[in-house]
């Protein structure tokens, strides 16, 4: 490992640790994720802090409060977690305003800007009369992304997404989508296989 490389290690390191105390606050009124008040309004609190110091915070405060989450993943500006049983994998990037429910994200997958990932399609069921159940009631589900998926812009995503698959832009996805794929529209259906010519 060459001077400057060692540097930039020596320097991200630094900053990582840095940014463990500065989350550690909002950890603990969080529970370290086990208090769900404190968990959502300090998530929606840091999502608020600008520029590279704030992406430090966000993963340093999800590193102490998630299930699992790697410190070296980014979660970009105005961008929350609002579940903390969701799971984020090495290398994973979620660009800005995203909302992201109970989720497994896995390895090195990027989630473009203005995606949601919500907590599975059945959060809001309606009784027998036809009121419609508030968040106490509802089934929270895990949505799994696998491993090397692309999320595109603007993509509502409420099934499961297999592993090396790219999603479009702007994309609703209600039924899982198998690995391997391309998928577009609303719903979202299978363009081609990943690899294949178009």
Not at 46 to 71: E, F, H, M, N
Not at 118 to 130: D, I
Not at 167 to 194: D, F, M, Y
């Amino acid at each position: 490992m060459n001077a400057v490389r060692m540097l930039r290690y020596g320097c991200k390191r630094l900053a990582q640790v840095l940014a463990l105390a500065g989350s550690l606050p909002f950890a603990l009124v969080a529970g370290f994720g086990r208090y769900a008040a404190g968990f959502y309004a300090c998530a929606q609190l840091l999502a608020l802090v600008p520029g590279l110091p704030g992406d430090y915070l966000r993963i340093s405060y999800y590193w102490l409060t998630l299930q699992k989450c790697s410190l070296n993943s980014r979660v970009s500006f105005g961008s929350f977690f609002a579940q903390s049983w969701s799971t984020v994998g090495e290398g994973v990037y979620i660009g800005c305003y995203c909302v992201i429910g109970a989720c497994e994200i896995g390895e090195r997958s990027q989630i473009a800007s203005h995606v949601q990932v919500l907590s599975g399609k059945r959060q809001h069921s309606r009784n027998s009369l036809g009121e419609i159940a508030g968040a106490v009631e509802s089934e929270f589900e895990p949505v799994h992304i696998g491993a090397d998926c692309w999320i595109g812009a603007s993509a509502i995503i409420m099934a499961d997404v297999g592993e090396g698959t790219t999603i479009g832009a702007g994309a609703v996805v209600a039924k899982p989508i198998p690995c391997g794929v391309t998928a577009v529209g609303n719903p979202a259906r299978l363009l081609q296989r990943t690899g294949e010519p178009g």
